[in-house]
């Protein structure tokens, strides 16, 4: 996990309150956060994501969905 978050996360704005938070909390952890991308948006960061473009951290309930697609897409069985 530290590769990843050392190597660049794609993050919401520093300015954000999710954004922020992420950062604290992995500084605590006693990560260095270097963020290779910042957006300003949530759907924007899980886009950015699927392009390829990078590591991001997003709320799990904002892609509950889209996983629960993605496995069905798999012809796995999706739970409720």
Not at 52 to 60: A, F, H, K, W, Y
């Amino acid at each position: 996990m530290r590769r990843f978050i050392e190597s660049g996360l794609i993050l919401r704005d520093s300015d954000s309150a999710t954004g922020s938070f992420v950062e604290q909390i992995l500084r605590q952890a006693g990560l260095d956060v270097r963020a290779s991308l910042r957006l300003n948006s949530t759907e924007a960061i899980k886009e950015a994501v699927a392009a390829g473009l990078g590591v991001g951290i997003v709320s799990g309930l904002t892609v509950r969905s889209d996983l629960a697609l993605k496995a069905d897409d798999n012809g796995l069985t999706k739970r409720n």
